[in-house]
């Protein structure tokens, strides 16, 4: 059966989530400028975790700008997993960026805009019922998971992983990563010369955010399929 898109279910600043004809499955589809990297990227590497045994949305590209995707009830805790200090950990410890944290770190947020997304214990997921301790054990574990394949996954290609941002959601009984992973979650910083790949090229206001966004995508997306 041919995905036919619906209506729309959710709109976002970067993101338009549409049903489908398909129960249980919905479209991502990724607007501006940067979706078309975005929404590659996050392609390839759901591919490259699924190959590794984490459960994700991802069920496929139908274009540039959507991706089709199991339907989850997200879970409303933004994860962030940290290589080295940068951003926020950098103001809340005084360390300079770029210090390297020995054991990679997991932090919880609040997703919730109202708020401006505040960071949460373990203790504050319980009594806001964000998600029961066993899916929180499996959140954190899963975190690290994906850290330790994506990681030296990017490595590879030159890119360091100083830290990103990760949602899950359940679907039935299981749990699965959502969202995206893309320049626009993650802190991308160039192997040997340490520039800025990524989003904080646009919010420090360091210009070259559309040049950063290509080297990305030509060294994750296009190496990889041999299409440049
Ligand atoms: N991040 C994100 N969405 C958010 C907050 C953070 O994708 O709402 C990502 C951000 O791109 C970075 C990581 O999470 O890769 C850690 O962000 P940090 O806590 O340092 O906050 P920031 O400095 O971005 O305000």
Redesign the pocket.
């Known amino acids: 059966m041919k995905v036919e898109t619906r209506e729309k279910l959710y709109e976002g600043k970067a993101k338009i989530v549409y049903a489908t004809n398909q129960p249980g499955v919905i479209i991502q589809y990724f607007k501006d400028d940067k979706g078309v990297v975005n929404n590659r990227m996050s392609a390839t590497l759901f591919e490259r975790l699924e190959r590794a045994g984490v459960p994700t949305h991802y069920l496929g590209t139908l274009s540039d700008r959507e991706m089709l995707c199991r339907k989850l009830e997200i879970i409303k805790i933004?994860t962030?997993v940290r290589n080295l200090v940068?951003?926020?950990?950098a103001k809340r410890t005084g360390l300079e960026e770029g210090t390297p944290i020995k054991e990679p770190i997991v932090e919880l947020y609040y997703k919730s805009d109202p708020l401006g997304?505040p960071m949460l214990n373990d203790d504050h997921v319980r009594m806001l019922k964000l998600a029961v301790p066993a899916e929180l054990a499996w959140i954190r574990r899963t975190a690290l998971r994906i850290n330790g394949v994506l990681r030296p996954h990017l490595l590879r290609r030159g890119l360091l992983l100083v830290?990103?941002?990760l949602e899950f959601g359940r679907s039935g009984k299981k749990l699965y990563l959502g969202d995206e992973i893309s320049p626009?979650?993650?802190?991308l910083w160039d192997r040997t010369t340490r520039e800025k790949l990524?989003?904080d090229r646009f919010?420090r206001d360091l210009g070259g955010v559309e040049e950063a966004y290509q080297e990305v995508y030509r060294r994750l997306v296009a190496a990889a399929s041999g299409t440049a």
């Open positions: 933004e962030i940068a951003g926020s950990l997304d830290d990103f941002k626009d979650t993650c802190r990524d989003k919010r």
